[in-house]
């Protein structure tokens, strides 16, 4: 319908924190924690700015269309970057 904002048709994205100069971990609805090093998709002129660190890191997770986005417009489909990312495996506790 007009007007109503533009939703993935499988995964969302809650949060996305940026580690390091161009990798997320990105936090989907499921409760799942995943890593995606985003530098296959910095490809024309839109996802040029990311390549400068201090702008990559103001990634934000947007509420509305639950996608990975950036001040200039850029953003990425939540499918493809699960599609693109692994598990975020944290150490096991010792004597567990």
């Given at each position: 319908m007009p007007g109503?904002?533009?939703k993935s048709m499988?995964?969302?994205v809650r949060g996305a924190?940026?580690?390091g100069n161009h990798h997320l971990i990105l936090e989907f609805e499921t409760g799942e924690?995943?890593?995606v090093d985003i530098r296959p998709?910095?490809?024309g002129s839109v996802?040029?700015?990311l390549k400068d660190p201090a702008f990559f890191r103001q990634v934000k997770a947007d509420p509305e269309s639950r996608m990975v986005v950036w001040p200039n417009g850029a953003d990425i489909c939540p499918d493809v970057l699960y599609a693109e990312?692994?598990?975020l495996e944290l150490p096991k506790e010792i004597g567990a």
């Open positions: 109503e904002s533009i499988g995964y969302e924190y940026p580690v924690y995943r890593v998709f910095i490809k996802f040029e700015p990312s692994v598990p």
